[in-house]
Each structure stands twice: as structure tokens, then as C-alpha cells.
């Protein structure tokens, strides 16, 4: 069955850098549109970042984060820089048919993982 998993979270001060990887199996890597969401107590989940071909960002995150895969490896990384304290949330990966903009277009048929906390303090 497919098994997408997140790793690389964990607590960091304001301008600091992490670096998360989403390994994905049981699916055809290079077929799919990878994207990262975060989702931040009491608020709604968000695309963070997206990449088929190319890549997409969300405005907050534009020029401090960078999407990358590898396809030979099966696994996305998302290269977070500058971090502040409002990126803190959990952080998801997706696999799914396409970008929708800088998200992982929503169908029922997407794969997820079960997230890796980002934890920034000031």
C-alpha cells in the first residue's frame, strides 16, 4: 500500500533553518505533484508549497522556502529558511495528481503523511 512520511521537524529560533523530507512508497514517484501544507493550532490547513515540473510557493513563504524532489529517491524536501515564529505548525506532505497553484490540488484520492511539528520560537 502507499506510505508517505514526514521527517526533519523539530524546535528552532527565529532565523534559523530546517530542512524536511517526505519519503513516499507504493506509488509511482515521478507520476505525481508532491506538495507541502502546514496547519497551525486553531487555524485552517494551508499549501505551503508545490511541485511538479515546476515550482510554486505561497507568498509567505516566497524567498525563504525552497521545494525540491528526487525522484531517483522517492522523496520531497522542503528548505526552510529565515524561519519566524508564525511558520510554527505541523507540516504535511502530499502526494497527488496536480499543482493547484502553490497546493496539491484537493481530491480524495491524494496520499498523505501524518506530519512533522515545526516549532519556532522568538
Known amino acids: 500500500q502507499v506510505q508517505v512520511a514526514e521527517s526533519g521537524g523539530g524546535l528552532v529560533q527565529a532565523g534559523e533553518s530546517l530542512r524536511l523530507s517526505c519519503t513516499a512508497s507504493?506509488?509511482?514517484?515521478?507520476?505525481?505533484?508532491m506538495g507541502w501544507f502546514r496547519q497551525a493550532p486553531g487555524k485552517r490547513r494551508e499549501g505551503v508549497s508545490c511541485?511538479?515540473?515546476?515550482?510554486y510557493y505561497a507568498d509567505s513563504v516566497k524567498g525563504r522556502f525552497t521545494i525540491s524532489r528526487d525522484n531517483a529517491k522517492n522523496t520531497l524536501y522542503l528548505q526552510m529558511n529565515s524561519l519566524k515564529p508564525e511558520d510554527t505548525a505541523m507540516y504535511y506532505c502530499?502526494?497527488?495528481?496536480?499543482?493547484?497553484?502553490?497546493?496539491?490540488?484537493?481530491?480524495?484520492?491524494?496520499?498523505w503523511g501524518q506530519g512533522t511539528q515545526v516549532t519556532v520560537s522568538s
Open positions: 502530499a502526494a497527488a495528481r496536480a499543482c493547484c497553484g502553490h497546493s496539491a490540488c484537493p481530491t480524495d484520492s491524494n496520499y
Open positions: 511541485i511538479v515540473r515546476n515550482e
Open positions: 507504493g506509488l509511482t514517484f515521478d507520476d505525481y505533484a
